[in-house]
């Protein structure tokens, strides 16, 4: 198996790679989050069984890598750090880690977890995390250009009169431009690019306001009711009652 490993500190990567080699992985070692990215990229390689993701990177905080890993890959993600409060947990399992290992961690449960989540049959790429069971996935819509392979994805989206460029960040209704805020735009695009599926409350909290839940739930309704008005067709964004939301295309 081939592992990437994310951890800035050249000491543990050395300790950890060698034991992992002992087992017979074969382990990359990138130091930072670009790094990692990186090696991620079609062209590096063979690809990776596992990432090993250490939270506290020089260049970026290990969710967002994490984020920008799962846009990428269905590649299992092991979040491997000394964060052990629970809001960090869910935050990061939300965004689409695999696993969560504290430090200090026994070795052997470190494997376990590294051949777990390996057998797991393999998500697409951008598959939302925790998306509500039963729910399937709907046609997202029309898409204007295909993601090129390694990259961000760079589409635009057509749902009935509204259309979404994820590029320039622009929407507009029936033709006409719709002023968006930021953190409106992100949920707007969240929701877009899987009509049908339920995104659970928490993991739109984790994609979009990068935090975990506690606090934030009214921040939510708020630009809920606000995309709704500015899309002039409130059904659009249904509300599935003690889970989440979802993107409905209208039809005709």
């Known amino acids: 198996m081939r592992l990437l490993l994310v951890e800035d500190d050249d000491r543990v990567a050395a300790a950890l790679s060698a034991v992992l080699g002992r087992h017979g992985f074969e382990v990359r070692h990138a130091r930072s989050g670009e790094e990692a990215i990186q090696a991620l990229l079609p062209a590096e390689g063979p690809g990776f069984d596992c990432v090993l993701l250490d939270l506290g990177l020089p260049d970026q905080d290990g969710f967002e890598v994490c984020s920008r890993i799962r846009r990428r890959t ?3 993600v092991i979040m491997v750090t000394a964060r052990a409060d629970i809001r960090s ?20 449960e470190l494997l376990a977890r590294i051949h777990a989540v390996s057998r797991r049959p393999p998500l697409r790429p ?23 392979a390694g990259q961000e994805r760079d589409t635009a989206l057509l749902l009935g009169s509204v259309a979404i460029d994820l590029t320039t960040r622009q929407v507009t209704v029936g033709g006409d431009p719709v002023a968006l805020t930021r953190k409106e735009f992100d949920l707007l695009a969240l929701l877009a690019q899987r009509p049908g599926v339920v995104f659970r409350r928490e993991q ?3 994609e979009v306001w990068r935090t975990a ?6 921040t939510l309704e708020v630009h809920v009711a606000s995309l709704r008005s500015k899309l002039r067709t409130p059904a659009m964004i249904e509300t599935v009652r003690g889970v989440g939301y979802r993107l409905v295309v209208p039809v005709g």
């Open 89 to 108: 947990r869910i935050h990061g399992l939300n965004l689409g880690a695999d696993d969560y290992v504290v430090k200090p961690y026994d070795t052997g």
């Open 204 to 206: 739109i909290i984790s």
């Open 213 to 218: 839940w506690e606090g934030t739930g009214r």
């Open 126 to 148: 951008s598959t939302p995390a925790g998306q509500a069971a039963g729910a399937a996935a709907a046609p997202a819509g029309t898409l204007a250009a295909a993601e090129p």
């Open 74 to 76: 269905a590649t299992p």
